[in-house]
């Protein structure tokens, strides 16, 4: 049976990831002072325009206005005439603290709350007490998913995998010069085809990369085509049937914020699976790790990995649900696809004996305290060696 199945990726000039990088600079900047700061911060950006909005209940002193400026600049944004100028562009700031209602559910569990009441009125015993984690209650309700599968190094699946190194490739041969008039914002996608559920081959590369003017469209074409596609895509799994669309428009000259606005959240897809697993719907950039929409997804990669990479399963996805202000999930869920070496609900009893999936237990476990989350807005959130997330570690699976 054959199939084909499509993700895309974008680089860190495109707008809506220029709004997820300054969102997530803007955390990092306060766990740094702060490591208990509570941030949420959402960031828009249009025609010579950043505004910074959001909730923010912290300790640290930050010059929000020079994080936003320092971060265009980074990403390389110069020319207010094609793009948006770091040095130019209005910048407009309007933060409040956390609200006082999400704090009560937050800095005290539910479950905490309830065995203090009823130690208080002797109806639960110490023991029982002593067995319930002290933690944070969850910073809103919803849901989570995480994913991996073998059919990559990364435990992840090609098209996205794929995308996301073509996409990082057209961001170095723009900052190294090697292809000196490249822009910031472009965008790739990847058409995998895959035979009894297995990646055999690529069937579509499209590639859309801002430019400077007056550039010839061929001579841009071959060298997108040498220098970021074949130095990523391994030969084999290209053929004469292969397409290639490279800028199909013909010119991208206008760019970033002045071709499109941009917004905090807005490539949800792109920053998790590439759409070939399901997704809560929460988005992750500019949210410290108390808002399990975005800690718990990364929990949930961390589970769904180990299960594969311990030998359980081909392929995992994994749901976990919660409620705001409680500590313990609502409900988790795996599928495994018919791939398990075990049953899924033998799965289950494995992750809730190995894993602590409190808002506490998985900031403790994955270290999210720490000014890490830069590091994970552009090109996935997942896949990326370094991160806590993504390391590998040997399950117990005796009861």
């Known amino acids: 049976m054959k199939k084909l199945f499509t993700s895309e990726s974008v680089t860190e000039g495109h707008p809506d990831k220029l709004c997820d990088y300054i969102s997530d600079n803007v955390l990092d900047a306060y766990l740094k002072q702060d490591s208990k700061s509570r941030v949420a911060c959402e960031t828009v950006c249009g ?5 910074v909005t959001g909730e923010i209940t912290s300790n640290a002193t930050v010059d929000i206005e020079k994080v936003v400026r320092d971060t265009i600049k980074e990403i390389g944004y110069t020319d207010e005439k094609t793009d948006i100028s770091y040095e130019k562009c209005n910048v407009i700031i309007n933060i409040s603290k956390q609200s006082a209602d999400i704090a009560l559910g937050v800095d005290k569990s539910y479950e905490s709350k309830a065995i203090s009441v009823d130690e208080k009125n002797n109806l639960i015993s110490n023991s029982i007490a002593s067995n319930v984690t002290e933690s944070e209650g969850a910073g809103d309700q919803g849901m989570v998913f995480g994913f991996a599968t073998d059919e990559t190094d990364a435990f992840l699946p090609m098209p996205i995998y794929l995308a996301h190194r073509l996409a990082k490739r057209l961001t170095d041969v723009r900052k190294s010069g090697e292809i000196s008039y490249l822009r910031p914002d472009g965008k790739v996608q990847v058409t995998v085809e895959y035979e009894n559920d297995k990646p055999v081959r690529i069937d579509t590369i499209v590639v859309s990369t801002q430019h400077e003017e007056n550039v010839d469209l061929e001579v841009l074409k071959k060298d997108i085509k040498e220098k970021v596609i074949n130095k990523i895509i391994d030969a084999n799994l290209l053929d004469e049937n292969t397409k290639y669309f490279i800028n199909p428009t013909g010119r991208f000259v206008i760019g970033g914020p002045l071709g499109d606005t941009g917004l905090t959240g807005r490539k949800i897809i792109v920053d998790t699976y590439g759409g070939y697993s399901r997704h809560g719907g929460g988005a992750f950039s500019g949210k410290d790790s108390t808002k399990v929409d975005r800690s718990g997804s990364y929990m949930a990669r961390f589970i769904a990995k180990n299960i594969v990479a311990n030998g359980l399963a081909h392929k995992c996805e994994i749901q976990i649900s919660y409620a705001i202000g409680v ?29 602590d999936l409190t808002p506490r237990g998985i900031i403790n476990t994955l270290d999210l305290e720490k000014p890490i989350f830069t590091k994970t807005t552009n090109y996935g959130h997942f896949g990326k060696k370094d991160l806590p997330w993504e390391q590998i570690i040997k399950l117990d699976f005796k009861d």
């Open 327 to 355: 500590a313990k999930p609502v409900s988790i869920f795996v599928d495994t696809f018919g791939t398990g070496t075990v049953s899924d609900d033998e799965i289950v009893r494995i992750i809730e004996n190995n894993f």
């Open 47 to 51: 025609k010579n325009l950043v505004l």
